[in-house]
């Protein structure tokens, strides 16, 4: 679908499978991160902005309790329940995951949504009938699982005048889902940027106070590429947790050096000298690596929007640069597709930086590319990487979008 062409065709699908007109349109987007990777869940901070990609939802309210759930991209008949069904209750005693139900299921992602305001005390007062479509490619690392969450979120709000509900609460309950109900673990970025972006700008989100400011995106002559390696390793979720917990154990052996858990609340508290000073209490040298990742990447973050404000782009790209070399080498969370399109874009001339997003074990790299070599990189590129891999990589030349909100 054209993108200006969605909401209308999404609101006739809409009726086509429900029998009646939507009560309103909605959207959130994906996000791309250009610094701050694998610091979101280390009390670290990250630099994300939203896209002008995402997905979208219809939505009627119904008179009864029950929810009905489809999705245009998944071409399976519509998921029907109840408001009173147990799966919407979780006691506590872990993630579904952890229970085996319902593993892999799409509808997961919403129906932890509601279980989440649920637990928050916003409980709906009927059911309602939703149909989404995304146009994020699947698998690429840039969130669709929290642009479903915070829109699902939003649906809920809005539906219902849940006016409590502010927008970062939209961020917090989608967090919530994907790591209680879908049993991910992951951090606060991906909902924060879906639900609070701002067109032309990214957000410097410090992820262990939220406290947050939007930067201005001025690139003058040069736009932010995404390349998609269209790889994802099957390592993706368990190492994720696995680097989490490699964390943790690093945080935990640092605070026990320092003398108390309050003189390092989290990694991301860290300056890069600090952890130079403690280092030598991490026997472990790869919980030492991942642990020095947490803390440079962090600081990395730091110099690069500050970079950016000065004008100094060259800088914010070798930021980028350094970023990609430290989550290849010391937190060895991508891959040889990924490594290969960085190392031949750096060759390109008129690329200022370059790196891996998001997750890791594939998906893509974000580039910040002069826009006179926009064509050059695309094409070499597109070339090589078809050349060692036999795959087709694709490629967005992306602007900074607007966070959730209605359309309709
Ligand atoms: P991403 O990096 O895109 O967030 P995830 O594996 O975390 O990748 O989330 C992708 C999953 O989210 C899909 O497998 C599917 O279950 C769900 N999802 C995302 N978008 C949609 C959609 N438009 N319709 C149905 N399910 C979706
Ligand atoms: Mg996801």
Redesign the pocket.
């Known amino acids: 679908m054209e993108r200006k062409d969605i909401p209308e065709e999404l609101k006739q699908k809409f009726i086509d499978l429900y029998g009646c007109a939507p009560d309103g349109l909605f959207f959130a987007p ?1 996000r791309v991160n250009l610094i701050g990777e694998h610091t979101d869940y280390n009390g670290g901070h990250v630099f994300p902005c939203a896209l002008t990609i995402g ?1 979208y939802a219809a939505a009627k309210k119904r008179d009864d309790r029950k929810v009905r759930f489809a ?4 071409r399976s008949s519509v998921t029907e329940i109840s408001l009173d069904d147990g799966e919407l209750h979780l006691d506590g005693s872990g993630s579904l995951k952890e229970l085996g139900l319902g593993a ?3 509808t997961n ?1 919403p129906k932890g949504v509601i279980w989440a305001f649920a637990e928050a005390g916003e409980l709906l007062p009927s059911g309602f009938d939703i149909l ?3 146009n ?1 490619p ?11 969450e915070v829109l699902t979120g939003l649906v809920l709000r809005e539906l219902f005048a849940l006016n409590d509900v502010k927008q970062q609460d939209l961020a917090v309950l989608g967090q919530r889902a994907e790591n209680v109900y879908v049993g ?1 673990n992951c951090g606060i970025m ?1 909902q924060f940027a879906s639900a609070m972006g701002r067109e032309e700008h990214a957000i410097f989100l410090d992820t262990n106070t939220l406290e947050f400011a939007y930067a201005p995106l001025v690139l003058s002559d040069a736009k932010i590429v995404i390349t998609n390696s269209k790889v994802k390793h099957q390592l993706a ?1 368990s190492a994720y947790n696995t680097r989490r917990s490699e964390c943790e154990k690093a945080l935990w052996i640092l605070q026990k050096a320092a003398g108390g858990a309050e003189k390092i609340p989290s990694l991301g508290s860290l300056t890069p000298h600090e952890f130079e000073e403690i280092r030598g209490a991490i026997e472990d040298p790869v919980v030492k690596r991942r642990a020095m990742h947490a803390v440079c990447e962090n600081a990395r973050t730091i110099q690069a929007v500050e970079s950016l404000k000065a004008g100094d782009l060259r800088t914010f790209g070798e930021l980028m640069n350094a970023s990609h070399d430290s989550l290849q080498y010391d937190y060895e969370v991508s891959c040889p597709e990924i490594d290969y399109l960085v190392a031949e874009g750096r060759r390109i001339d008129g690329v200022i930086g370059t790196r891996i997003t ?2 890791g074990f594939g ?1 893509c790299t974000v580039s910040i590319v002069k826009t006179d070599a926009l064509e050059t990189f695309q094409q070499v590129l597109s070339s090589k990487y078809m050349e060692k891999y036999g795959l087709a990589a694709e490629f967005y030349v992306v602007e900074a979008g607007a966070g959730a909100h209605r359309l309709s």
């Open positions: 994906g997905t999705s245009v991209n998944i892999n299921d799409w992602y989404y479509f995304g994020i699947a698998g690429s690392g840039l969130s669709s699982s929290a642009s479903l991910m991906d979720s998001g997750g998906g």
